[in-house]
């Protein structure tokens, strides 16, 4: 890249920086809620409401031939409010600095600061992405906090001065009395004897009970997976003569692993280790003695709101709505400059908070 006004023109760096791969995107790919993904939608407003609808197991009432429809109750519709977050990043590069660094990782001169200033690009859409990434990790706890400083917000899943919530109910939480008959998680998942798989299909009762569709995915760390394996029930369930999962898959440069067990057919583990830094403490997305548990996700089920924002790239430039995730860059001078812009509005909807389980499996 050589940075010219043209490779500056708006369109251009949100084009190119929205191509820019990033290594912390897996739970957004997830549940296809990607920077203009099937799962994203755009509001104009930054405060409203949206809706949450769950489903029915009633059986219809039968009736006589000719007799009159039977009334039924018509099917409450909860509400969540929501206020979306907004994230706008600014970094300031000097041309007579970039003109006399040399290409990271080489020697020679870096030419104009082109490699410099792609790397700088790079890291403001990481930010984004990792921010992204921290909603729905949060969204799978149930909330996330953050507390107002200035201008600045302060995020963190939890000990922040505001809260947002996404309903997940109490019972889907902690030790995750889902039907209020009693705790699922009773027994440490780390000792060996506990019977997971009995809490699995628990869970996979109650889900069904709740919003029709059954255990699907089951998020938790490496530390937490380590239960697992070593699992007599687990075992015993796969055979003396096998591996006690089913299949095991790796994406290391993603921090990804998933798993199958042989008990426990049709559910696929997420053994996810990626972090966020909040408020400069790296932290696991998924933490550690906790695991999610949740349905086949779809846009019926988990969205991603993409808020819009008026822009104006430089001065004079008519003001345009830019959705989601947007990227440019402007020329300044005295002294002579390159200023790229991140900005991002987004925030997760969970349309059926019913749906998402995250147990405490130690206690």
Not at 126 to 140: G, I, V, Y
Not at 154 to 167: C, D, I, K, L, R
Request: glycine letters at 8%; a negative charge.
């Amino acid at each position: 890249m050589t940075v010219t006004s043209k490779s500056l023109q708006p369109a251009v760096v949100n084009e190119r920086v929205s191509r820019i791969v990033v290594n912390n995107d897996t739970v957004q790919e997830f549940f296809g809620v990607k920077p203009g993904g099937p799962s994203t939608r755009t509001v104009d407003l930054r405060t409203g409401a949206y809706d949450i609808f769950d489903d029915s197991r009633e059986v219809a009432e039968a009736s006589r031939p000719g007799a009159p429809a039977t009334d039924i109750t018509r099917q409450a519709v909860g509400r969540v409010f929501y206020s979306v977050p907004r994230s706008s990043e600014k970094v300031s590069l000097l041309y007579e600095a970039m003109n006399q660094q040399r290409v990271i990782g080489g020697q020679s001169q870096d030419m104009s600061g082109a490699v410099f200033t792609s790397e700088q690009e790079r890291i403001i859409r990481q930010r984004q992405s990792n921010m992204r990434e921290f909603q729905l990790a949060a969204m799978c706890r149930g909330s996330y906090t953050y507390t107002r400083t200035g201008d600045r917000l302060t995020h963190g899943f939890s000990g922040g001065a505001e809260t947002v919530n996404f309903q997940i109910p109490a019972g889907n939480l902690n030790q995750m009395d889902m039907l209020g008959d009693g705790d699922i998680i009773t027994d440490s998942w780390a000792t060996a004897s506990t019977n997971i798989l009995d809490d699995c299909w628990e869970v996979d009762d109650a889900l069904v009970e709740l919003t029709g569709r059954g255990l699907s995915h089951i998020f938790l760390n490496s530390s937490t997976w380590r239960y697992i394996p070593a699992n007599t029930q687990v075992q015993n369930e796969a055979g003396s003569s096998n591996t006690p999962f089913e299949t095991l898959q790796s994406d290391p440069q993603r921090g990804l692993h998933t798993a199958t067990l042989a008990g426990l057919p049709g559910v696929t583990w997420h053994i996810n280790n990626n972090r966020v830094a909040l408020a400069g403490t790296q932290t696991k997305l998924f933490g550690a003695n906790k695991v999610t548990f949740m349905t086949e996700m779809d846009s019926t089920m988990v969205r991603y709101m993409e808020c819009g924002e008026p822009v104006a790239e430089w001065e004079g430039r008519p003001k345009t709505m830019r959705y989601g995730e947007y990227y440019w860059a402007r020329e300044l001078v005295d002294p002579d400059r390159v200023e790229i812009h991140g900005l991002s509005n987004g925030l997760p909807e969970l349309l059926v908070p019913k749906a998402i389980a995250t147990g405490d499996v130690t206690s």
